[in-house]
């Protein structure tokens, strides 16, 4: 399994921008789809974002698109998350996940993912 480190999480206002940063372990970081995911106090884990292997494909949440832009740089085995005119509903721990497997949904459950990272907080206030 691949190793994933998130950064970038922060206190931001409504109207704001944050970038979110996964940097991952291992020499076939291409090879994996990478995602993610957030979870709210008392809600279940939600899917924000996914991208292919190449970058060449993505999917984002309802909730997000137009909002936020998952993107990845395979040489530096890093993806990223794009995150502007936040809301305070946006407020969660955003977690980065991978898998060997591009999902079959533009919506894909958690379990689709078998590594994940420790998470990093993001809260917007209103």
């Known amino acids: 399994q691949v190793q994933l480190v998130e950064s970038g999480g922060g206190l931001v206002q409504t109207g704001g921008s944050l970038r979110l940063s996964c940097a991952a372990s291992?020499?076939?970081?291409?090879?994996?789809?990478m995602g993610w995911f957030r979870q709210a106090p008392g809600k279940e884990r939600e899917f924000v974002a996914v991208?292919?292997?190449?970058?060449?494909?993505?999917y984002a949440a309802n909730s997000v698109k137009g909002r936020f832009t998952i993107s990845r740089d395979n040489a530096k085995n890093t993806v990223f998350l794009q995150m502007n005119s936040l809301k305070p509903e946006d407020t969660a721990v955003y977690y980065c996940?991978?898998?060997?497997?591009?999902?079959?949904?533009?919506?894909?459950?958690?379990?689709?993912?078998?590594?994940w990272g420790q998470g990093t907080q993001v809260a917007v206030s209103s």
């Open positions: 991208i292919s292997g190449s970058g060449g494909t993505t």
């Open positions: 291992g020499r076939t970081f291409s090879s994996y789809a």
């Open positions: 996940a991978a898998d060997f497997r591009f999902p079959r949904t533009s919506s894909p459950s958690p379990r689709e993912f078998a590594s």
